[in-house]
């Protein structure tokens, strides 16, 4: 395989798992700018983890995601009280911090950042990760769980007073999302082999929500196969030069007016799945 | 046996007084009526019964149990629920998932069985609360349609369905807010049918309505409410006679009906 394509494979993966964390907390309405915060302390932690400590790759890399998911938590109680535009500004606060504080942490590199980390990620741990991802969420998203989650973004009044419990499955989900950003953070760390504070700003949350928002949100194919997608394309529009990003900005900009729900959404999936497993069984 | 006592209510917004001193009891098994102009406060009760508004004094008991400071899903789980004025159904979801959602549900199991049963054979937890919620969804008429997607539902629909995913909470008390609200005539038969049904599954209805006619025939007891003060209170015969309700409803002869 060429190293111009195994680049490539590497980026796109990298880029669904983020545009996935942004997923999971949208999917139960809340959005959360504060992805890149979350990727960069899993980033960090695992990059310290294999190269000060030595550890395993997939360990350091769970750590990571496990320390974010943990900070998720913590910070998903105060982001339950806010909702919309309010939260959006609470966690963009999140991520900005966190990245400042990485960017003054002398013990993580500081300004210079954090180089020599060893190039473990590749293609069959990445993937390998991502089809798990897809598998353990596509079995929550057909079950109780992903019903109640579906009914807190579509009314999150009703869902309450039919029982469900809100503060236990938002923070779940803002706490999901916040583990798998952590994740990414760590297969990046792993892959760029250089991190400084600059790589986990606001246009990288930006970036990978419009992968999410673009690809669908409806179903987790959306995230998946719009991140696919979108890192693709300024690879085709390549011939254009200079006006490749600009032909970007229009495919995006067409895509929102005929597909405002995404390019993916539940009825393209069920029409999908319907001609390929014919007919469901509860159906 | 009292179902739900309400003992001093009073809420107020800011400046405004909705619910007034209210005293309130339901006895088990009953269809009770809460009537009363636009802004009477019957929705405001409502919502302190659910939990979703705290008063500023008073006490509500559910069962002989005390629900101050208890969270709205917490009444859900010991037996209160409701319907909306408003239609609030999860409307890109289907309606059949309407009803699964509101069905309690013993999540550790089914997470344990999620984990260990092989992806293509439904756990038991999932087949008993489908056939629930279908058997719901057929009292209330709506089982053909159960695939549909909620908010492609017709109007009238909309309301049934939204009374299937209530009782899938198997409540003790039900609220309803209106359930014939912008129905006509025909549309409110079957809709007071499934009201008297329901009370034969057990379980108290409190419903609001302003439709006199409706609530006198399916109602055993009604409470009038207006600017959040109960005026009145009995069976329907008397309440249709008592001059307070009249002019509450009426308004003074100066100054004319204005609903």
Request: hydrophobic residues 45%; aromatic residues 10%.
């Amino acid at each position: 395989m060429s190293y111009y394509l195994q680049t490539l494979l590497l980026t796109i993966g990298i880029n669904m798992i983020l545009a996935f964390s942004f997923y999971v907390p949208f999917s139960a309405g809340m959005i959360s700018l504060g992805q890149a915060g979350f990727m960069a302390i899993g980033a960090y932690t695992a990059a310290m983890l294999t190269l000060k400590l030595g550890l395993p790759f997939l360990w350091a890399v769970l750590a990571g995601g496990c320390l974010s998911g943990l900070i998720g938590i913590v910070t998903g109680f105060p982001a339950l009280r806010i909702r919309g535009v309010y939260l959006m500004l609470m966690t963009l606060g999140l991520g900005e911090a966190i990245r400042v504080f990485l960017l003054n942490f002398e013990y993580v590199g500081g300004v210079s950042g954090l180089s020599g980390i060893p190039p473990k990620t590749n293609l069959t741990n990445l993937y390998a990760f991502i089809f798990l991802l897809v598998v353990i969420f596509s079995r929550i998203n057909a079950s109780q769980i992903g019903r109640i989650i579906e009914a807190i973004r579509e009314n999150e009044e009703a869902a309450q007073g039919m029982g469900i419990n809100l503060t236990k499955y938002k923070v779940l989900t803002f706490a999901g999302g916040a583990f798998i950003a952590g994740m990414g953070g760590g297969f990046y760390a792993h892959y760029a082999r250089f991190i400084e504070s600059a790589n986990f700003g606001i246009g990288q949350t930006l970036e990978l929500m419009i992968f999410a928002i673009f690809g669908g949100t409806e179903t987790l194919w959306g995230p998946i196969l719009g991140t696919a997608f979108l890192t693709l394309l300024p690879e085709w529009l390549r011939p254009l030069q200079e006006w490749r990003m600009f032909m970007y900005g229009l495919v995006l900009l067409a895509m929102m007016v005929l597909r405002p729900k995404g390019v993916i959404d539940k009825s393209l999936v069920r029409g999908v799945a319907h001609k390929f497993c014919g007919q469901k069984k509860n159906d | 046996m009292k179902t739900l006592v309400m003992t001093d209510v009073t809420k107020a917004f800011g400046g405004v007084t909705a619910v007034s001193n209210v005293r309130l009891e339901v006895e088990e098994g009953r269809i009770h009526g809460l009537v009363g102009p636009n802004g009477a406060g019957k929705t405001t009760l409502f919502n302190l019964i659910t939990g979703v508004l705290t008063p500023n004094s008073g006490s509500i008991q559910f069962q002989g149990r005390n629900l101050d400071g208890l969270k709205p899903h917490k009444r859900t789980a010991l037996g209160i629920c409701r319907t909306y004025q408003n239609i609030k159904l999860f409307k890109s979801a289907t309606v059949l998932d309407n009803v699964m959602v509101a069905m309690p549900y013993r999540m550790r199991s089914a997470i344990l069985q999620l984990a260990i049963k092989s992806p293509f054979r439904e756990i038991r937890e999932e087949k008993e609360v489908r056939e629930r919620a279908g058997a719901l969804l057929d009292f209330v008429g709506l089982y053909e349609k159960r695939n549909h997607v909620a908010s492609a539902l017709p109007f009238g629909d909309q309301r049934r369905l939204e009374i299937a995913r209530a009782l899938a909470t198997k409540p003790r008390l039900l609220l309803l807010d209106e359930p014939c609200a912008g129905m006509n005539q025909a549309e409110k038969e079957p809709m007071v049918r499934l009201i008297r049904e329901i009370r034969e599954r057990q379980a108290t209805v409190i419903v609001i309505e302003h439709d006199m006619g409706m609530i006198c025939q399916i109602c055993d007891v009604i409470t009038v409410l207006n600017f959040g003060v109960v005026i009145a209170q009995g069976l329907p015969d008397s309440i249709q006679k008592d001059p307070l309700v009249i002019e509450a409803y009426l308004g003074d002869e100066k100054l004319g009906y204005d609903e």
